[in-house]
């Protein structure tokens, strides 16, 4: 039995178009999103960029001058806002002896902030420069540092370790007729302090630390009567001490006195060793 054959022709809708994932089309989105937003950031900053003109310093500004910062940047800003290097700006300013710290920030449309922190000096160092509270030795220039700073010194690269050590003894010869004035270590190593009495106190190649349970029980008991005409004290010994004198009749008189039985180890007036 033959059945009926039936063919139907379906209507030709053309040529299927392709469907892109999702995932695929959000991607293709955010992409010309993005390259729209670059080309008009770039149009719009070749547009309204424009070239520096104004300068704007803040900060607490006791030693640096507005002045030596705008010379000092002023070679450097010629180029606009955007198109400014602004490390070379900061290094530049950060190079002035006094300034420890600059933020450079570009403020739309034609100003530069320069904010600056200043160098905190926390001892004189050698003989005309000066040491910060970061341990940063710099050239204080014409600005004449307090007397009542600490005078200081050492090694290049030695510098923290001295400030260091020179806080934990003023720490503890505040209250002593020891009282510090400054500290030194010289390329041996040998740390030399200064009393506010001017005194110096050699103290060797030792942690000077250990040296003032010394000082307190034995060399102040012994040198108090004339601690006044006392000019060095040398601790480098290991049964005693040597003095000297700031003249010969200081040593004599100290010598012809009794000597107090505190002042067991010995004593050597006048010694230059």
Known sequence: M?????????????????????????????????????????????????????LAITGTLRHVQPDEVRAVAAPLLDAKLFELDLDAVRNAVERLPWVAHVRIDRQWPARLGVRITER???????????????????APGSIALANTLPQLGGAAGRELEVM?????????LSETPFAL?????????????????????????DNPVE????????VLPALSRRLDAVQRIDLRYANGFAVGWRNAADAQTFLDAPTPAAAAPAVVPGATP
Do not use: C
């Not at 063919?7 to 999103?33: K, T, Y």
């Not at 770039?42 to 520096?52: S, T």
């Not at 040998?190 to 005194?199: I, L, Q, V």
């Open 164 to 172: 260091t050590m020179y806080g934990q003894l003023a720490d503890r």
């Open 120 to 138: 905190e000096p926390f001892a004189r160092w050698g003989d005309s420069q000066a040491l910060s509270t970061e341990g940063v030795v710099f």
């Open 211 to 218: 040296q003032v349970a010394r000082l307190k029980n034995t």
């Open 181 to 205: 004035a400054g500290l030194t270590q010289d390329a041996r190593g040998e740390w030399t302090g200064t009393t506010h009495k001017g005194t110096s106190l050699r103290f060797g190649r």
């Open 2 to 54: 033959n059945l009926p054959f039936t063919h139907r022709q379906r209507p030709d809708r053309g040529a299927a178009e392709p469907m892109l994932p999702p995932a695929l089309r959000r991607f293709a989105i955010s992409l010309v999103a993005v390259v729209a937003t670059l080309v008009l950031g770039r149009f719009a900053l070749h547009r309204f960029d424009a070239p520096v003109r104004e």
